[in-house]
């Protein structure tokens, strides 16, 4: 009777980690294709072409920290599809275009409401809260 208990507490659907949605293995390679040049493969804003901006690409390691604990979903997604509008510092990060483009997925943003955004955003938004110091 033990066992057969046990098993019905095995298929009881257990609720995710609170956390973007995405695979961070593909987040990790698209991130290394397109954001390490400047960003550095670690994420910490030494990339060896950072030496050459106007302006440090930031570490990234850290946007958990500065964001109070929270990992700023909604403002990730905005800079990496280039929809965050004005002067800002990150105005140099390049307009991606067809890199990012396919399917849609929908994350939940770190304010608890539905963010649609691309497959390949949700991934290296996923890698990004992976590496959060």
Same mark, same amino acid.
């Not at 066992?3 to 980690?17: G, S, T």
């Not at 390679?29 to 030494?46: E, I, P, S, T």
């Not at 997604?77 to 004005?86: D, E, M, P, W």
């Given at each position: 009777?033990? =066992?057969?208990?046990? &098993? &019905?507490? =095995?298929? *009881?659907?257990?609720?995710?980690?609170?956390?973007?949605?995405?695979?961070?293995?593909?987040?990790?390679? &698209?991130?290394?294709?397109? =954001?390490?040049? =400047?960003?550095?493969?670690?994420?910490?804003?030494?990339? /060896?072409?950072?030496?050459?901006?106007?302006? !440090?690409?930031?570490?990234? !390691?850290?946007? %958990?920290?500065?964001?109070?604990?929270?990992? /700023? #979903?909604?403002? *990730?997604?905005?800079?990496?599809? $280039?929809?965050?509008?004005? $002067?800002?510092?990150?105005?140099?990060?390049?307009?991606?275009?067809?890199?990012?483009?396919?399917?849609? #997925?929908?994350?939940? %943003?770190?304010?608890?409401? %539905?963010?649609? !955004? !691309?497959?390949? *955003? @949700?991934?290296?938004? @996923?890698?990004?809260? %992976?590496?959060?110091?």
């Amino acid at each position: 009777m033990r =066992c057969v208990a046990a &098993l &019905l507490i =095995c298929l *009881i659907p257990v609720a995710p980690e609170a956390g973007p949605a995405g695979d961070v293995a593909r987040g990790a390679q &698209l991130f290394r294709l397109h =954001c390490a040049a =400047c960003h550095g493969l670690d994420a910490r804003g030494l990339g /060896p072409l950072a030496d050459s901006m106007k302006i !440090t690409p930031p570490d990234l !390691t850290g946007l %958990s920290a500065r964001g109070e604990g929270a990992f /700023p #979903v909604r403002t *990730i997604v905005k800079r990496i599809a $280039n929809r965050s509008g004005g $002067n800002r510092p990150h105005a140099e990060m390049p307009v991606y275009g067809w890199f990012f483009e396919g399917p849609a #997925v929908t994350l939940t %943003s770190d304010d608890g409401t %539905s963010l649609e !955004t !691309t497959e390949a *955003i @949700a991934d290296l938004v @996923a890698w990004l809260a %992976s590496v959060q110091d």
